[in-house]
């Protein structure tokens, strides 16, 4: 039961990732791009837990857990160059 | 493992993987910047926030202990989602002429500081040679 369930998410986890791609691509302004990658983040995040949870192993955490850490830094620092030029002034 | 605490945590993965879905669609079919904010900060993270508990769940009936893996990363997520949502919001504040004509007056007589960077600085100063 608990491995149609993982592979149903998966499956929607891989269509918002494609969705994400779109709006990548086609978004007509920088922070559209941003917000897409953001959320392409979190996916990943999604993708990686399920892994985990689907191979029943817990090792897949650290890499969830730096995916978010760098996912939030990287988002920052596009948004604050969009704002003042600079990223660290 | 028993059916029903199996059943819960296919139902939870099943409700996150759905509403990841829904979040990222929102992304892509929402008309305009500020209402496309609107499904990556409240939809993902309630998916993200129902695969982790799926997690937690799942692992603390293998192993028999809760990790504290899932837990930070729910809470550097809830934590991180609306600063970088802000964020972003406010670099679209910052890139459009049009969006800064319907915003509404602060308040104390000056403009909004994403729009003024440097008036916090000259404010300063003035208060300051007021009172010296």
Same mark, same amino acid.
């Given at each position: 039961? *608990?491995?149609?369930?993982?592979?149903?998410?998966? /499956?929607?986890?891989?269509?918002?990732?494609?969705?994400? /791609?779109?709006?990548? *691509?086609?978004?007509?302004?920088?922070?559209?791009?941003?917000?897409?990658?953001?959320?392409?983040? *979190?996916?990943?995040?999604?993708?990686?837990?399920?892994?985990?949870?689907?191979?029943?192993?817990? *090792?897949?955490?650290?890499?969830?857990?730096?995916?978010?850490?760098?996912?939030?830094?990287?988002?920052?620092?596009?948004?604050?160059?969009?704002?003042?030029?600079?990223? /660290?002034? | 493992?028993?059916?029903? &605490?199996? +059943?819960?945590?296919?139902?939870?993965?099943?409700?996150?993987?759905?509403?990841?879905?829904?979040?990222?669609?929102?992304? +892509?079919? &929402?008309?305009?910047?500020?209402?496309? @904010?609107?499904?990556?900060?409240?939809?993902?993270?309630?998916?993200?926030?129902?695969?982790? @508990?799926?997690?937690?769940?799942?692992?603390?009936? @293998?192993?028999?202990?809760?990790?504290?893996?899932?837990?930070?990363?729910? @809470?550097?997520?809830?934590? %991180?989602?609306?600063?970088?949502?802000?964020?972003?919001?406010?670099?679209?504040?910052?890139?459009?002429?049009?969006?800064?004509? %319907?915003?509404?007056?602060?308040?104390?007589?000056?403009?909004?500081?994403?729009?003024?960077? %440097?008036?916090?600085?000259?404010?300063?100063?003035?208060?300051?040679?007021?009172?010296?």
């Amino acid at each position: 039961m *608990i491995a149609a369930a993982c592979a149903f998410a998966m /499956i929607a986890t891989c269509l918002s990732i494609i969705l994400n /791609i779109y709006r990548l *691509i086609v978004g007509p302004d920088a922070t559209d791009r941003i917000l897409a990658l953001d959320t392409m983040v *979190i996916n990943a995040i999604g993708f990686i837990i399920l892994a985990g949870i689907f191979y029943s192993t817990a *090792i897949y955490f650290e890499a969830a857990l730096l995916f978010a850490m760098v996912g939030f830094v990287s988002t920052v620092a596009f948004c604050k160059f969009l704002l003042r030029g600079n990223v /660290i002034e | 493992m028993s059916v029903l &605490l199996e +059943a819960i945590v296919a139902i939870l993965i099943v409700i996150g993987g759905t509403f990841l879905f829904i979040g990222s669609f929102g992304l +892509a079919k &929402l008309p305009d910047m500020m209402r496309r @904010l609107h499904g990556p900060t409240k939809a993902t993270t309630l998916g993200i926030g129902s695969l982790l @508990l799926a997690s937690i769940v799942y692992f603390a009936l @293998l192993h028999g202990v809760a990790g504290i893996h899932e837990i930070l990363i729910t @809470l550097f997520l809830f934590l %991180t989602a609306p600063v970088s949502a802000f964020m972003i919001s406010k670099a679209y504040i910052f890139r459009h002429k049009d969006v800064q004509h %319907t915003l509404p007056q602060p308040g104390n007589g000056s403009p909004w500081v994403t729009l003024d960077p %440097t008036g916090d600085k000259a404010r300063a100063l003035k208060s300051e040679q007021q009172q010296g």
